[in-house]
């Protein structure tokens, strides 16, 4: 009898820790990260533009156009940070989901000419497909945020890691799957692929409050040693794959690899609920031993308070309950820090300075990565070394994300050292790369390629945590994806305005000089160093100035950052704990 008494506990402990690990808080990030290493799929137009516009018989300005709207529907996602004030983020999840596969899958049925479209039809579908992202980033990464507000920087960088990491993961998939020679079946893979991951972690992402953990940020870094591991594996692979041949074998043995490497956060995960949950269990063996005096103090302390209150007329709780109208308080803000309101936000100048300084960071990083197959071939470069900066792009915007997000929170937390600073030497370097591309400096697109692919994927985890820093969590899901809105309106403006029109420009008059006579539906092609060189001369002026209005946010935060800016959630987690300890001792009370 007591064998089986203890054989049925154990099996209850079983199912008890089984459940503790899947609705955990570090699970949940698990998850978090999966939904994140497929929400990338915006990076990956390069690898099957050109067949849309053979199939469809597009121009170059037309695959432009294509591109901005792609470009647009990844960025404008205040919709999905709107709907994610009023709705759980499973919702959320599921409107991505939908979304993600309707858009792609549409696209996939023109250009596999399954069905015809015109190009605003295409256009709408690209945009759909890639909003699916922003209701990822919102519904998966905003949640997490939440969830682990004192370490921020690092959920920031981490999470946004994968992101930029998601084009070189799923084109290992689809290259083993299809060899790389179907790119219509690619199409179909972005479409199913992140979806699928959605559905899976609907449940699992969610806000939690969780108990405030001494290593929290240390465990973050175990995350991100992980994630750098899966990095490096693939920048290598890359490389030996740009050097020789693989099989379909080879590439099965890659992708095999590489899942494993991209579920090793599991282990972690399993160790730290393990500790959690062994942890809970020696205290709730404690409380009894404590229950009698917390009740005593509560039967003291609790009856004055509710007697007061029930003395108070219902008017003046009313009174003091109502809150005023938020178009009054447009102009009132609270203290930095504290929660704003969406509207107090967005008319603040803080809010102004950032967006200004976005756009001419995030717009001339993303128009050298938009348009980096054409600077190679207008410079001379072979073909194999244009997918080679794609790669470098894609790992060194990685690692631009994990090292500004982790790196600013280490400098924070140590030195008071402001992540707005940080933004500003950002742009800066960024400068660095633009230049090397105008002045077509030799084998220079091979640095650049690396420090525009680092600065670019730096700059989104320092912008977001600015803005939940400056405006509060509170409606941080609709102010997260405000701040995205400024990447295609710099991108309009620099990419299609100023360097798709002097590119344009430079064509032609090669043409005429040769004689020639471009005919309809024909792309224009240009060749040499002119053909980006004043437009890059104009992006780096652009970058410049706004490093300088970045500047003016440095000196208006400088107080901010030199104080405690998470002393609030350290309060806020140990007053909950008490009270759950209190609740907790009551209810082994009664049961006793």
């Not at 647009?72 to 004030?85: C, D, K, P, S």
């Not at 600015?466 to 809105?485: A, D, P, Q, R």
């Not at 890059?536 to 300088?548: D, Q, S």
Request: some cysteine; hydrophobic content about 45%; proline content about 3%.
């Amino acid at each position: 009898m007591v064998s089986s008494k203890q054989g049925g506990n154990r099996l209850a402990n079983m199912g008890s820790l089984s459940l503790h690990v899947l609705r955990g808080p570090w699970f949940m990030v698990f998850g978090t990260i999966l939904i994140m290493a497929a929400a990338g799929a915006t990076y990956m137009f390069g690898l099957y533009s050109g067949r849309i516009k053979e199939n469809l018989g597009y121009d170059q300005t037309t695959l432009n156009t294509l591109s901005f709207f792609k470009d647009l529907g990844a960025n404008v996602g205040v919709l999905a940070g709107l709907i994610m004030e009023v709705t759980p983020p499973w919702f959320v999840l599921l409107i991505g989901a939908v979304l993600n596969f309707f858009g792609y899958f549409m696209i996939w049925l023109a250009v596999s000419k399954r069905i015809s479209t015109n190009v605003w039809q295409m256009c709408l579908y690209i945009c759909i497909g890639a909003n699916s992202q922003s209701f990822a980033n919102t519904g998966a990464l905003v949640t997490c945020v939440k969830n682990f507000p004192e370490s921020r920087g690092a959920v920031l960088g981490l999470l946004k890691g994968f992101v930029g990491l998601s084009g070189a993961i799923i084109t290992q998939l689809y290259d083993s799957i299809y060899g790389g020679e179907n790119p219509e079946a690619l199409i179909l893979l972005i479409g199913w692929l992140p979806a699928v991951i959605s559905i899976v972690f609907l449940r699992t992402i969610r806000f939690i409050k969780v108990d405030r953990v001494a290593h929290e940020l240390k465990v973050f870094y175990r995350f991100l040693y992980a994630s750098l591991g899966l990095a490096g594996f693939l920048m290598i692979i890359i490389i030996v794959q740009h050097q020789s041949d693989f099989t379909r074998v080879e590439y099965g043995v890659t992708t095999a690899v590489m899942t494993i490497l991209m579920f090793l956060p599991l282990w972690i995960v399993l160790k730290e609920e393990i500790n959690s949950w062994r942890i809970k269990r020696q205290g709730l063996d404690k409380f009894p031993e404590i229950k009698v005096v917390q009740e005593k103090q509560e039967e003291v302390s609790i009856p004055p308070p509710q007697t007061q209150s029930l003395t108070l007329p219902s008017s003046t709780n009313e009174v003091e309950n109502q809150e005023p109208s938020c178009w009054k308080t447009v102009f009132q803000p609270p203290a930095r820090g504290d929660d704003f309101t969406i509207l107090q936000a967005l008319f603040s100048v803080d809010m102004l300075i950032l967006f200004v300084t976005a756009i001419c960071g995030v717009g001339g990083t993303l128009t050298a990565i938009d348009n980096l197959g054409q600077i190679g071939e207008s410079l001379g470069y072979p073909k194999k070394s244009i997918s080679t900066f794609v790669s470098l792009v894609s790992i060194w915007n990685y690692l631009g994300r994990v090292v500004a997000g982790f790196m600013s929170e280490h400098f924070l937390v140590k030195f008071k050292f402001p992540r707005t600073l940080m933004l500003t030497i950002t742009l800066v370097v960024s400068c660095v790369g633009h230049l090397l591309i105008a002045f077509d400096v030799r084998n220079g697109l091979y640095v650049a390629s690396v420090i525009i692919g680092f600065c670019f994927g730096a700059q989104w985890p320092l912008l977001f945590a600015i803005i939940s820093e400056l405006f509060g969590l509170k409606y941080y899901s609709t102010l997260y994806n405000f701040g995205s809105v400024a990447s295609p309106i710099g991108l309009y403006v620099l990419n299609v305005r100023i360097t798709g029109h002097l590119y344009d420009k430079e064509a032609k008059r090669q043409m005429e000089a040769l004689g020639l006579t471009r005919q309809k539906g024909e792309a224009l092609d240009c060749t040499g160093a002119k053909c980006f060189k004043l437009a890059f001369i104009i992006i780096t002026a652009a970058t410049v100035f706004g490093a300088l209005v970045s500047i003016i946010l440095v000196l208006r935060t400088r107080k901010f950052y030199k104080s405690d800016i998470y002393k609030k959630f350290r309060e806020e987690t140990k007053a909950t704990e008490q009270t759950e300890m209190v609740s907790t001792s009551n209810g082994n009370g009664t049961k006793n």
